[in-house]
């Protein structure tokens, strides 16, 4: 399975992005995929995730009201729409893919990573 983030980019605060991970060469349809972010010098932390039926929903607490994950499971893409953006969400996107139960927190339990979208809030 091969990952792609986009939609990256520079946004002034207050402002809105909204990034895609497309899926080839397996249909992801049946698993659970999550959004993580890594600003410079820190680790990789969770933002987002779903379930494989789109019916759950987690967030982390940091962007909770502001950032929406949905799936479209016919373009094999997940989306993360990052509305009110902060300097601090500056960081490096990536998508990820989960082949197990449940939706997990954790950057170890998922399987298959994109290669990262940079996003950069200016204040």
């Known amino acids: 399975v091969q990952l792609q983030a986009s939609g990256g980019g520079l946004v002034q605060a207050g402002g809105s992005l909204r990034l895609s991970c497309a899926a080839s060469g397996r249909t992801f349809s049946s698993y659970a995929v999550g959004w993580f972010r890594q600003a410079p010098g820190k680790e990789r932390k969770f933002v987002a995730a779903i379930s494989w039926s789109g019916g759950n929903t987690y967030y982390a607490d940091s962007v909770k009201g502001r950032f929406t994950i949905s799936r479209d499971d016919a373009k094999n893409t997940v989306y993360l729409q990052m509305n009110s953006l902060k300097p601090e969400d500056t960081a490096v996107y990536y998508c990820?893919?989960?082949?197990?139960?449940?939706?997990?927190?954790?950057?170890?339990?998922?399987?298959?990573w994109g290669q990262g979208t940079l996003v950069t809030v200016s204040s």
């Open positions: 990820a893919l989960h082949q197990g139960r449940g939706i997990p927190f954790s950057t170890t339990e998922y399987d298959y």
